[in-house]
């Protein structure tokens, strides 16, 4: 038997795809887009990992270095120290990279330069598979992304109730929002000078959605304008799921995370579509 196959006579490459559970890589014809991406990634296992670092090095300086300079704060009846306040923050914004990162740059890498979706469309999946299955594969990465950063966040002391288990499939939901806006504003780019815009969007995002300091340091309008930016949403949501504090707040904050990422994904069949048009 060669080195290069499996007992089955399958490559290695396709053993995550015996592993995970169908409902994992999506539904329909979708799914075989989702497979052809775990495949894809078992050749560059590296570039998927390389993402969870950024978020987990500022958690580390955070817990070495500002932790003792900041003090304890006040966060829903508990005493927490800075870190602690910051983590949920700081997982939010995991989440939002390892979606991001994949709806975007590699999405515009298929659509434009290795034209991986023209070949796609000659199989029986369409546009709105094509759709499905980026975002469901984004939604995956920043699964991964969201479940090691709340283990370190567990192992560190940082998960301040039980609660803190259902930052999980919060963070989830962060990821489905931008996994759907990434590809759709994807599709409208022309040129790799376009993600510019990207940067220009998510670096504030991170540094002004409350994820280092409390939303009250802000103006009244400009408390407003960052109150309704997605990642604050994810933040806050996963801030106060971290505490224990259960309110309606939750559920309104998922749902217009799920609805973003619901129209990015209407935006994004609709623009390959054209795009892709015979």
Same mark, same amino acid.
């Given at each position: 038997?060669?080195? @290069? @196959?499996?007992?089955?006579?399958?490559?290695?490459?396709?053993?995550?795809?015996?592993?995970?559970?169908?409902?994992?890589?999506?539904?329909?014809?979708?799914?075989?887009?989702?497979?052809?991406?775990?495949?894809?990634?078992?050749?560059?296992?590296? %570039?998927?990992?390389?993402?969870?670092?950024?978020?987990?090095?500022?958690?580390?300086?955070?817990?070495?270095?500002?932790?003792?300079?900041?003090?304890?704060?006040?966060?829903?009846?508990?005493?927490?120290?800075?870190?602690?306040? /910051?983590?949920?923050?700081?997982?939010?914004?995991?989440?939002?990279?390892?979606?991001?990162?994949?709806?975007?740059?590699?999405?515009?890498?298929?659509?434009?330069?290795?034209?991986?979706?023209?070949?796609?469309?000659?199989?029986?999946?369409?546009?709105?598979?094509?759709?499905?299955?980026?975002?469901?594969?984004?939604? %995956?990465?920043?699964?991964?992304?969201?479940?090691?950063?709340?283990?370190?966040?567990?192992?560190?002391?940082?998960?301040?109730?039980?609660?803190?288990?259902?930052?999980?499939?919060?963070?989830?939901?962060?990821?489905?929002?931008?996994?759907? /806006?990434?590809?759709?504003? @994807?599709?409208?780019?022309?040129?790799?000078?376009?993600?510019?815009?990207?940067?220009?969007?998510?670096?504030? %995002?991170?540094?002004?959605?409350?994820?280092?300091?409390?939303?009250? /340091?802000?103006?009244?309008?400009?408390?407003?304008?960052?109150?309704?930016?997605?990642?604050?949403?994810?933040?806050? %949501?996963?801030?106060?799921?971290?505490?224990?504090?259960?309110?309606?707040?939750?559920?309104?904050?998922?749902?217009?995370?799920?609805?973003?990422?619901?129209?990015?994904?209407? /935006?994004?069949?609709?623009?390959?579509?054209?795009?892709?048009?015979?």
């Amino acid at each position: 038997m060669s080195a @290069t @196959t499996g007992g089955a006579g399958r490559p290695p490459a396709a053993l995550p795809l015996r592993v995970l559970p169908p409902a994992l890589l999506g539904a329909g014809r979708a799914r075989r887009l989702v497979a052809r991406n775990v495949v894809s990634y078992t050749r560059h296992w590296w %570039m998927l990992a390389s993402g969870f670092f950024e978020p987990l090095f500022y958690l580390l300086s955070i817990g070495l270095g500002l932790n003792h300079l900041v003090g304890r704060l006040e966060l829903g009846g508990h005493v927490v120290a800075y870190s602690a306040y /910051v983590a949920p923050g700081l997982l939010a914004s995991s989440a939002m990279n390892g979606a991001l990162f994949d709806s975007t740059f590699n999405v515009f890498f298929k659509l434009k330069i290795a034209k991986t979706y023209d070949a796609v469309l000659a199989t029986p999946l369409g546009v709105r598979d094509v759709a499905v299955g980026e975002v469901t594969w984004s939604l %995956m990465r920043g699964a991964i992304y969201s479940f090691a950063f709340l283990v370190v966040m567990g192992a560190m002391g940082l998960a301040l109730t039980g609660w803190a288990v259902l930052c999980f499939p919060a963070a989830m939901v962060i990821s489905f929002a931008f996994a759907g /806006v990434g590809m759709g504003a @994807t599709c409208y780019m022309r040129r790799w000078q376009d993600f510019d815009y990207v940067s220009l969007a998510s670096i504030p %995002m991170f540094l002004f959605s409350a994820v280092f300091y409390p939303l009250s /340091v802000y103006p009244g309008w400009l408390r407003t304008v960052v109150s309704l930016t997605p990642l604050y949403q994810g933040v806050d %949501m996963l801030r106060e799921l971290d505490a224990g504090i259960l309110t309606p707040a939750i559920a309104a904050h998922a749902a217009y995370l799920a609805a973003l990422g619901i129209l990015g994904m209407g /935006v994004a069949a609709r623009r390959l579509g054209v795009l892709l048009r015979p």
